[in-house]
């Protein structure tokens, strides 16, 4: 589980650079994404397609030559990604990793009971039953409420059902940040005349 603020970068790293990393180095595997909205998925997915497609050298793998969708695509290997809106019914596909980036659109939907419960019956139903036996999950989200598929997550760790590891990089760094910050550093640079500290600890 990886907790960072909005306009970290958090998905560049997880859900852009990661899968075609993992993809390098386990080019038969298959990567189930998911996000919020299903325009979130296809923009995920093609940036990842394309990254394979424009360093295939660099990575060992390369496309199947059938793949042109922006969110289902293959490896020649025999790889393969999926990536779908947060809701959405999966069908026919098994992963050996599920990555799940930001499964609330909004604060809105995070404090929304009704929404909040219907992400958590998709996760656990769809998006969790899809992995195959021993896969691994990826959850990486903004934290909006204390009852979110993540604090839910929590509650399982904590409770001993699964196993999991947290990593959270707040905006303004504590003891034993993840990161080796000094406590106060910012987790980015601030424009020339703009307080972003002072503006966070108003929050």
Known sequence: MLFAPPGSAKSTYVSILLPSWYLASHPTHSILAATHSVEFAERWGRRVRNDIAGDANLLGISLSDDSKAAARWSLASGGEYYGVGAGV???GFRANLGVADDLYGSREDAWSETVRQKRWDWYLDDFSARLKPGGKRILMNTRWHEEDVAGRVLQQIEQGEIRGRVISIPAI????????RKPGELLWD????????????TR
């Open 190 to 201: 601030e424009p020339e005349g703009y307080n972003y500290g002072a503006f966070l600890r």
């Open 173 to 180: 760094a504590e003891a034993d940040d993840p990161l080796a």
């Open 89 to 91: 019914g999966i069908s």
